[in-house]
């Protein structure tokens, strides 16, 4: 008998301060905001009738903070997974998308142009990224086979999966495919990932 698929709703954490300062977050951190935490809460009461299981977090505090606003409502098991944090962007890190230009502005081009090959300096390449979450959502396909999984990340680590599925080259040449403040569903089983509804729930 074949095995069921696991069910994942991926969403990104919500609005924090370096967010409204437009610094590149990474791995650094910050709080999220007033508004971000009155969007978590939205969230929640948005996600309730989705018949989810089991709340999955990157570690970083922002996504920590996200899941559990969202779990006043849910009441759901809820656990950490390394796997999902978001790309090192090494130096760049704490730094503008302008100050990367005005500083680097032949690296940051030719990083841009190798797609899934960008890698900032002292930082990850989107390639590792993909292998540490698809490792990740593996592990929990096993775990807690044909669950509906929520999973509190990142623009990066959402990304990573959602393009992959989709066959995309991570180029700024691609038209945009990713709706902001959505939530997109995929499926995990013997076949590997498969797109179930991208931009699929609004909490709005």
């Known amino acids: 008998m074949e095995a069921e698929n ?29 508004k971000g935490k009155d969007e978590a809460r939205v969230w929640g009461k948005a996600l309730k009738s989705q018949a989810i299981d089991r709340i999955v977090a990157s570690p970083l505090n922002r996504a920590v903070e996200t899941a559990l606003l969202i779990n006043e409502t849910l009441g759901l098991p809820l656990s950490q997974e390394t796997g999902f944090m978001e790309q090192s962007w090494g130096r760049w890190e704490g730094m503008t998308l302008e100050e990367i ?40 396909h096993e775990k807690w086979p044909g669950q509906t999984i929520l999973i509190v990340a ?7 999966i959602t393009y992959h599925i989709l066959g995309r080259a991570f180029l700024p040449s691609e038209p945009a495919c990713l709706m902001r403040n959505r939530a997109h569903i995929v499926r995990f089983g013997e076949g590997g990932l498969e797109m179930e509804a991208l931009n699929a729930i609004s909490p709005g």
Request: charged share 25%; glycine share 6%; proline share 5%.
């Open 154 to 160: 990142h623009t990066g680590v959402i990304k990573c």
């Open 101 to 140: 230009k005005a500083e680097s502005p032949v690296i940051l081009e030719s990083m841009v142009s190798r797609g899934w090959d960008f890698k900032p300096p002292g930082g990850e390449s989107r390639l590792q990224v993909l292998a540490r979450c698809t490792q990740a959502m593996q592990s929990i």
């Open 6 to 34: 696991t069910r994942f709703v991926l969403i990104r954490h919500a609005q924090t301060k370096w967010n409204v300062l437009k610094l590149m977050q990474g791995r650094e951190d910050s709080p999220l905001t007033r």
